[in-house]
């Protein structure tokens, strides 16, 4: 019986033998173990990081500069080409300023030569040596000069280029505002051709090329595109034809008062 108890005692000694926590010595040095081992880690882990922010930082940094160099390397650049061009406006500013002077001065003496050309034709060659109120060839009917252009068929004209050649002579068409100016320019015309006169149709109306309307319908047919007013001796009325046909033609200007 007492060698069955001992059994069981040994045999519950080397239970618990196997059971038995480590000693708190030991546990404690396992614990400081890990926690040397956790925080080595942990360290190694942020130095790495840091490198690897360092790096980048520092590819950045580089980026940066080389992005900043090409900003100044452009904006100097551009500069420079602006004073270029800013230095090529200036010259063609000076150019352009010192044409403008030359056609002034151009202009002013073509106006002097002008107007002494026009005090020549209507005073020189006169007989008593005195101004008229037109110029040679051209026939005096208050308060107006006219020009009557009996050209032969080869060189009459059309509208517009009879008005051309009047504007040359510092005239225009003939115009015919009233009764009166209308049997002046009729009493002098000839022929069979007719005469161009300064009226034609513009926006759908007969328009004298002093920019007025026509006020005397009946003088000529209704309005019709691509017509021009064409006046024939003897004739009460005006004829609408087309304005590339080619005519004679009559020019008219203010006579001098002298």
């Given amino acids: 019986m007492a060698e069955e108890e001992e059994e069981v005692n040994y045999a519950s000694v080397v239970f618990k033998a196997g059971n038995n926590p480590p000693p708190a010595a030991k546990r404690g040095e396992e614990t400081v173990y890990g926690e040397l081992k956790v925080q080595n880690e942990t360290k190694n882990e942020d130095s790495a990081g840091r490198r690897r922010f360092q ?9 940066c500069v080389i992005l900043l160099g090409g900003i100044i390397g452009v904006c100097v650049y551009q500069v420079q080409e602006l004073t270029t061009q800013n230095k090529e ?23 002097i030569s002008r107007a002494q050309w026009n005090i020549d034709s209507y005073c020189l060659g006169n007989t008593d040596n ?6 040679k060839g051209w026939t005096l009917t208050e308060p107006s000069c006219y020009a009557y252009n009996d050209a032969e068929p080869a060189n009459q004209k059309t509208w517009e280029e009879a008005q051309e050649d009047c504007r040359g002579k510092n ?11 209308k049997e002046a320019i009729k009493k ?22 002093d920019g007025s309307d026509l006020t005397e319908s009946s003088w000529i047919d209704p309005p ?16 609408s034809v087309s304005c590339g046909e080619k005519h004679q033609w009559i020019c008219q200007k203010k006579a001098l008062s002298v």
Wanted: net charge positive; proline share 1%; hydrophobic share 35%.
């Fill in 224 to 239: 019709a595109d691509g017509r021009c007013a064409l006046i024939f001796k003897g004739r009460n009325t005006w004829s």
């Fill in 89 to 111: 406006l200036e010259n063609q500013k000076k150019n352009l300023k010192q044409k403008i002077q030359n056609l002034t001065t151009n202009w002013n003496e073509l106006s």
């Fill in 55 to 63: 790096h980048l930082a520092c590819c950045l940094g580089i980026l």
């Fill in 130 to 135: 005195k101004c008229q109120p037109c110029q």
């Fill in 171 to 181: 005239s225009d068409l003939a115009v015919a505002h009233n009764s009166e100016e």
């Fill in 188 to 209: 002098n015309s000839f022929g069979s051709n007719g005469f161009w006169i300064g009226l034609r149709v513009e926006d759908g109306k007969w328009k004298w090329v």
